[in-house]
């Protein structure tokens, strides 16, 4: 009998929605394991930071500990000289690796889009850093750049130019932003590669037909093709670097002084060092949020302009 | 043959039990307990504790215990601290960093022990406030230390006798200079930097000035300007090197291989001293007691690797019968990582096999550690007051860096320190 109602209520439902075969739920089973991992790793951790940046909360004390202080923490996060350092060094860092990446990324992409001998492993070489490992990559920077025996000093003696590198707190950001650069250009100009051997051959017959000039080719038929590449590639980076922690983790652990102690650094130091999970999780929120504005202006931006061309 | 089709009910139904067969063994208090006592502790099982452990089953044959070691960093504290909350079977476990102990003990995740302690003579130590030996939480003994690690000075012998420099028995901050400057040569700096002069002078919970830092105090602003003008006249280790080289964890490295002569350290790095062929060397170490200041004669190293007790532990009999064991003749095989036991109960001998290695006359001058090791009685600086004591550590570090690197002057580092250090006295002393 209930078996009977059980079918009746099944048939019922897909009458109500003949989109949904009841056999197509199967398909959550096979997605399951994703969603799960989702759910207990990215959507329970998002919502736990929204909840936690309106609390006073370090972890050891357990959710009994936990002490909600409504908004305190974003009027002492206004006033916190540490946070807004660690804010201006992430707007230089950002400000200054994304655009060079992608500048110089573009033209190793153009460079390598030419017939050049040897060129499948050129590009091999470049993407490289994309892949390593980057306490492999820290290690090696590391020893590159020792301002005593690295390399990098020992050619840069010529020219009378001594950096401290990581051991100065002038030098530790710009060493760190020519990291990320090294690290990007590689997989800024494979993304440029796969773009530019999609660009409308025709026109470039055509342009050729009229005598254009390079530098008229570029500007009139390259550049606007690769623009929703330059879009990507710009709101990628700008999130990635604005998240940048695996090297100033390793390297340089924020120092010397403050002086590598970005927002993402920073947060860690709040939340894991001090154990201050509520105000870390209000910096992190506040952090999202200017990041967003950040990306969505960038994107406003470069497609006002893609529409525009 | 029909198919069988599944109803949204059933399909969520079997969603709902997939996820709680994954996530129900990582959770919930009680979830996996075992019959053996857990003990956590930061140092391989190999460097002591499984013998003592393997020891305490042998005298308590009721009794089973399992070690797990974590790494004693920022990760490696994270898993404990969530460990603990989060109810996995964990019965005693150490702590090492002051920080995390005062988070742990405020926070209840240690037991009271303070009747185990008032009740034995043996333990009655503890109850010490002038030297500390445990962790005491509003009047509850909540932390028992296991070690103790007294600071001295290593001299290289071999290159001490070539430039005629005297061991010294007793020495005063400035004779240290000095004798940095007379062992500086062409291929080794005299010293790798130069003792805490404030802790030296000042002595336990130095940071610290009723409710406001103490770095107002004079040798704070002292220690930073020695170690800066050391670094600067070449007779202390350049920082640039320290700071590119990560030299800070890797200090013996560079001890072996000559490129410092005086090395202030603790029993810890004595074991990268007894095997040449792991670590090769040619020469002998000998000791010198940590210098003085002003007449103050604190010692830099301290009480340690403090033992508690979960206090949802349902096997508390057994973990204190562990923890006594540990406290008061267990520890003996920790002498081979360096851990000199807080309650001594080790004879000379054993002292030096287990820290010394098999052959100690080849590597050390046995009567210079006889007499600073063994026979002097340093007064140990254990820090109990520990309001925002990471930040202030985060602060003195960062500044001192600043300074020694030379792009700040002691005085200008000071004041910022003294700015930081007050700032997380106040905050933290207003949180709940």
Same mark, same amino acid.
């Given at each position: 009998m209930a078996t009977a109602a059980v079918a009746t209520a099944s048939r019922v439902r897909t009458e109500k929605a003949p989109g949904i075969k009841p056999r197509g739920w199967i398909g959550f089973l096979f997605i399951a394991p994703n969603l799960l991992g989702v759910i207990a790793f990215t959507l329970i951790p998002l919502i736990s930071v929204v909840v936690l940046a309106f609390t006073d909360w370090n972890l050891v004390s357990g959710l009994g500990g936990i002490t909600f202080n409504g908004i305190d923490n974003f009027v002492a996060i206004a006033r916190d000289p540490g946070f807004w350092h660690a804010i201006g060094l992430t707007l230089v860092y950002v400000v200054v690796s994304v655009p060079l990446t992608v500048v110089l990324g573009l033209a190793l992409g153009i460079a390598l889009n030419r017939p050049l001998p040897g060129r499948a492993v050129l590009r091999a070489i470049f993407f490289l850093p994309y892949i390593v490992n980057v306490v492999a990559i820290g290690m090696t920077w590391l020893m590159l750049m020792n301002p005593k025996a690295g390399l990098v000093n020992q050619v840069l003696d010529a020219f009378g130019i001594q950096p401290g590198w990581f051991a100065s707190s002038h030098w530790a950001?710009?060493?760190?932003?020519?990291? +990320?650069?090294?690290? /990007?250009? #590689?997989?800024? &100009?494979?993304?440029? $590669? =796969?773009?530019?051997?999609?660009?409308?051959? %025709?026109?470039?017959?055509?342009?050729?037909?009229? /005598? +254009? &000039?390079?530098?008229a080719k570029f500007r009139v038929i390259t550049w606007p093709s690769l623009l929703?590449? *330059?879009?990507?590639? $710009?709101? *990628? $980076?700008?999130? #990635?670097? =604005? %998240?940048?922690f695996g090297l100033i983790a390793l390297i340089t652990a924020g120092g010397? /002084?403050? =002086? *590598? *102690?970005?927002? =993402?650094?920073?947060m860690y130091q709040t939340g894991f060092q001090f154990y201050r999970f509520g105000y870390a999780s209000a910096i992190g929120l506040v952090t999202f949020v200017g990041v967003l504005v950040l990306t969505l202006l960038t994107w406003r931006a470069q497609r006002g302009r893609a529409l525009n061309e | 043959m029909r198919r069988k089709r599944f109803s949204r009910r059933e399909v969520l139904a079997g969603l709902g039990a997939a996820g709680a067969a994954a996530l129900v063994p990582g959770c919930g208090s009680g979830g996996g307990r075992s019959g053996a006592l857990q003990v956590w502790g930061g140092v391989p099982a190999a460097s002591g504790p499984g013998d003592v452990v393997k020891a305490f089953q042998a005298k308590f044959p009721q009794y089973a215990v399992d070690y797990t070691r974590f790494v004693n960093d920022d990760r490696g504290n994270l898993k404990l601290d969530t460990a603990l909350q989060g109810g996995v079977d964990i019965d005693v476990y150490f702590t090492y960093s002051q920080g995390a102990m005062a988070l742990r003990a405020g926070s209840g995740l240690a037991a009271d022990l303070t009747d185990r302690v008032t009740n034995d003579p043996e333990l009655k130590v503890f109850l010490d406030t002038e030297q500390p030996r445990s962790y005491i939480d509003n009047g509850k003994v909540k932390a028992l230390?296991?070690?103790?690690?007294?600071?001295?000075?290593?001299?290289?012998?071999?290159?001490?006798?070539q430039a005629g420099v005297e061991l010294p028995q007793a020495w005063t901050i400035d004779e240290f200079r000095s004798t940095a400057k007379r062992l500086t040569t062409d291929k080794t700096v005299g010293a790798y930097t130069v003792p805490d002069i404030a802790r030296i002078a000042l002595g336990p919970n130095y940071w610290y000035d009723g409710n406001r830092s103490n770095f107002g105090d004079p040798h704070f602003e002292q220690g930073f300007r020695v170690g800066r003008e050391m670094i600067a006249d070449g007779t202390a280790f350049p920082w640039t090197e320290v700071l590119a080289r990560h030299l800070d964890a890797y200090q013996q490295n560079s001890f072996l291989t000559e490129e410092f002569h005086l090395w202030s350290t603790a029993p810890f790095n004595l074991r990268y001293l007894y095997d040449a062929k792991k670590y090769p060397h040619d020469f002998k170490v000998s000791f010198a007691p940590s210098p003085t200041v002003d007449g103050k004669d604190w010692n830099g190293g301290s009480y340690s690797n403090f033992i508690m007790i979960n206090p949802k532990s349902p096997k508390f009999e057994a973990a204190w019968a562990f923890v006594k064991f540990w406290l008061t003749e267990g520890a003996t095989p920790m002498l081979k990582g360096g851990k000199l036991p807080a309650l001594g109960g080790v004879t000379d001998d054993q002292v030096i096999t287990g820290m010394l290695g098999k052959e100690p006359d080849k590597y050390f001058d046995m009567d210079s550690f006889r007499r600073v090791v063994l026979e002097a009685d340093p007064k140990l600086a254990t820090d109990t007051r520990l309001t925002g004591f990471p930040e202030i550590t985060l602060a003195v570090k960062q500044q001192r860096d600043l300074c020694w690197l030379g792009e700040k002057d002691p005085g200008v580092a000071i004041r910022e320190v003294r700015r930081l250090a007050d700032a997380a006295i106040a905050r933290n002393e207003r949180r709940p």
């Open positions: 950001l710009p060493a760190l932003i020519v990291m +990320a650069i090294w690290g /990007g250009v #590689g997989y800024c &100009s494979l993304i440029y $590669l =796969s773009a530019l051997q999609d660009a409308p051959r %025709q026109l470039y017959e055509a342009a050729d037909i009229d /005598g +254009a &000039s390079a530098w929703p590449t *330059t879009i990507f590639l $710009l709101v *990628t $980076l700008i999130i #990635g670097a =604005s %998240q940048g010397p /002084g403050d =002086s *590598t *102690t970005t927002i =993402s650094y920073y | 230390a296991t070690a103790r690690e007294p600071f001295f000075v290593l001299f290289n012998e071999k290159l001490r006798q």
